[in-house]
Every structure is written in C-alpha cells, then in structure tokens.
C-alpha cells in the first residue's frame, strides 16, 4: 500500500511565502504612514510660519538701534493699513480708479511711489491740481519722522489723491495695481535716501533701491500698454568727479558711497530694461532738494531745529580746509522738472514683456546752478531765525559726502525748458515759515517771517 504524500515541505514553504506577503505588507503600510505623517506635519509648519509672519513684526532692530523697520517680506500683497478700504475689494478697486482718472483733456493717469516723501508730496498734488490722475504708493518706513509722511498724505487726501500702504518688492501689489489701471506713467521717486545711513543699514538701500526698481520694471514690461518711467537718481552719481559743473557727459563711475552706488546701479539697469523690453526711461539727477514739508535728515531742516533749540551744529570744512558748498534747489522748481520730463517721455515701445521698437532713454540733472557754502546757508537761518548758530567747524568725515556739487543744467532746458528761478534766501524764508507753523513754534521768528512775507509780497 502507497504511503500518503508528505505535505510538510509544501505547508512549510506555503507559510514562508505569506509571512513575506505580510512582511511586505506592513513596510508598504509603514512607508505609506511616514509619508502622510511628514506632510501634515510639514503643512502645519507652513501654516504656522504663515500666520506668525503676518501677525507679528520681526524682533530684530536695525543696526543704529532704531525700532525694527518694516519688513519687505513680512506683509500681505492685500494687507492695508487701518481704516482703508481692503486691498482687492471692489471699494477699494473704486477708490484706485477714481484717484487714477484724469480730469483734463488727454491728461496722463500716473502712479508715483513715494508719494508720501519730500518730492513725492509735491509732485502729486502739482500734476493732481493740472488735471492728471494720480495714484500714490509708499511704506511709510521709519528712516525719518514717520508722523511727517502721514501729514502729507492727509493733505493728498484733502485733494482726492489715494495713497496705497505698500512696497516695491511687493510684485503682487504692483501686478494689481497695473492690472486695474492702465497708466500712462510712472513717476518712481520711492528710495531709500541719505549718505550716511548707508554705512549703518546697507541692506536697506540695496532692498529699495536696487531690488525695487528691478522690481518695478518687472512688472511695467509685462504691462500692456507699458507706462512710460520718470525715476530719481541723485546727483551723487558723479561721485569723485572733478569737473565742474557737473554734466550728464561726464564720468560717473567712481561713487563715493553707497547709496550712489545703487543709483549708479539703476541708472544702468534703466539701460537694460529699455534695450531688452522698449520701455521708456528717464533718470532725473536731483541736485539737494530743499523747501517746506521736507527731510529731517537734510543739514537745511536739522539747523533749523538745533538752531532754535540752542544745541551746537557741526559745520563741514574739506580735508584741506575749505568750505564745503552745495547746489541747493528748492522744491518748486524740482516739481517743473519733474513734470516737464513726464510731458516730454515718449510712449515705451514694448508690449507683454516683448520690445517692438527703439524706446527713449534720457539722464538729466535737475539742479540749481549756484553753488553756496554751507557757511552761507548757517548765517541765511540765522537771519531769518533771529538766532545765532553755536557753529562747530570739523573736517567732513570720510563717510560718503563729497565736498561740492554744482549742475549743469542746459540739457534739461533745451528738452523741456526747465529753468530754476528760486534762490536759496528766498526759498529757506518759505521753508522757516512753513517750518514754525508746522510745528507751532510761537516765537519772534514767526512774526519776523510773517512781517518779511507780508512786505515781499507788498512790494
């Protein structure tokens, strides 16, 4: 009789082969939770990182001990600041609209960054009160008195004049913003100014002035149609140049400090974006820009302040004893030759980010074309102040400030016939005026100076 088959072995490796089936099993199931787990947990990360950068500021201060200034990465493209219409809605689309539309036959429709800074102020309600459309942008940061930005922009309000809380890197915001009006131009005045600040805070000039007008043209070449661009460079420019007057034919590639750099830096980048993607560029070199509502880091308005609270100032003299003088220009007349390169820019020839044609690009200085020492300017305020100065005559310390500037201006004249008409007396007298009742200094100085315009403008 036959003995039965023997299923040992059979059983055996039958068994082996489902306990690699459940072996395999459980990896899969394993690698299957690790995965699901690592992209919850990285998903709530970002949700985290999310919520803390919108809700709190960042913790560190700038490096002159200053409170932190505002981050260019740390907003929202649709925050807004309190008591503005949302960012996106439709009020707040209504209200870019109605503050872009020009009032007057064939007017331009203009964003002007900065528009709450020293020249932005003024240019916006110059081109508001001729009939243009005019829509503002600016961060309000706290390089100066922040209140003093404010201020302006409550007067832009009272001439219906929209300024949005936003920045240059925003690229969201500026897509926005072109997307919901079709500018005709662009009058880019936002930057991050001052000499010597850049020896402290050298990332903040790099992140506005470079990093944001890259920015800016960005988003304009892709713009159809493309803005025409009217932007503030400096007469820094020219640096360690020695031949006087300053022209726009000579070197300028010797900066003296770094926020020169970054200008000489836009100036060149202008070239590029209006050889590769036709838009219309024109530079303005602006020559110490001086009048009522401006900087407080400018040496005109810091004097008049210590002056009058009797505090002792530093007078500037050059390595070799001379008196350091500059071409001081007062607002108004940078005002018309803003204006007149925007009447004067040609249509930019791109269209979508593509070059169509040959596209303007010009440099001008925009200057007063007397220079005065610095001297002069202390004994200006001193009169009109009635108060004398405790001067403290030191040596200019090597910290960026060039000794002189002086601009020749026959270029702009012959272009669109911009001609200064304002000395400096003249225009510190406007400023002291503006200044004391600004701040509300009642004193002998107000009478002096409402007695002298009364009588000026008698005569």
């Given amino acids: 009789m036959a003995s039965p088959p023997d299923t040992s072995k059979t059983a055996y490796k039958l068994e082996r082969y489902n306990s690699y089936i459940r072996r395999v099993n459980s990896t899969k199931l394993l690698n299957a939770s690790s995965k699901l787990l690592f992209r919850a947990t990285l998903l709530v990360a970002l949700v985290l990182v999310f919520f803390f950068t919108l809700n709190y500021p960042p913790l560190s201060s700038s490096p002159d001990g200053r409170p932190p200034r505002h981050s260019f990465l740390s907003y929202s493209a649709f925050s807004s600041p309190a008591g503005s219409a ?101 009058l880019h005045l936002a930057a991050q100014a001052g000499v010597r600040y850049a020896m402290q805070n050298p990332q903040s000039y790099v992140s506005s002035n470079i990093a944001g007008f890259v920015n800016l043209l960005e988003v304009a070449k892709k713009a159809n149609p493309q803005p025409s661009i009217v932007w503030a460079s400096s007469s820094s420019v020219y640096g360690l140049n020695t031949e006087n007057p300053f022209s726009e034919s000579h070197c300028t590639d010797q900066p003296a400090s770094l926020y020169a750099a970054t200008k000489k830096a836009g100036e060149e980048i202008a070239h590029t974006y209006n050889h590769i993607y036709g838009l219309s560029l024109t530079g303005l070199r602006f020559f110490t820009v001086y009048g009522p509502w401006g900087r407080p880091d400018m040496a005109y308005f810091f004097f008049t302040k210590d002056i009058l609270q009797g505090k002792q100032i530093d007078v500037y003299q050059t390595q070799d004893e001379k008196e350091v003088a500059r071409d001081f220009t007062y607002i108004d007349d940078v005002v018309k030759g803003c204006l007149g390169a925007l009447d004067t820019a040609e249509k930019s020839t791109g269209s979508g980010g593509k070059k169509r044609g040959q596209a303007q690009l010009r440099v001008y200085n925009l200057g007063n074309t007397s220079p005065v020492p610095v001297g002069r300017l202390v004994s200006i305020l001193e009169g009109l102040l009635n108060t004398k100065a405790k001067k403290h005559v030191i040596k200019m310390p090597r910290n960026g400030d060039v000794p002189f500037t002086h601009a020749n201006v026959s270029l702009a004249y012959r272009d669109f016939g911009y001609k200064p008409t304002t000395d400096l007396a003249t225009g510190l007298r406007k400023f002291v005026k503006w200044y004391v009742n600004y701040y509300g200094i009642q004193s002998k100085v107000k009478k002096d100076i409402d007695s002298t315009t009364s009588n000026n403008e008698s005569n």
């Fill in 86 to 186: 949302a960012v996106g809605g439709a009020a707040w689309e209504k209200q870019v609209r109605h503050s872009s539309t020009p009032r007057r036959p064939n007017g331009f429709s203009i964003l002007v960054t900065g528009a709450a800074g020293f020249v932005g102020a003024h240019c916006s309600l110059a081109l508001k009160k001729r009939g243009d459309g005019v829509l503002g942008l600016d961060n309000f940061n706290n390089y100066y008195d922040p209140s003093l930005k404010r201020s302006r922009q409550a007067l832009l309000a009272k001439h219906q004049i929209f300024i949005i809380e936003g920045d240059l890197n925003d690229g969201l915001l500026l897509t926005k913003l072109l997307d919901v009006v079709p500018f005709t131009h662009v």
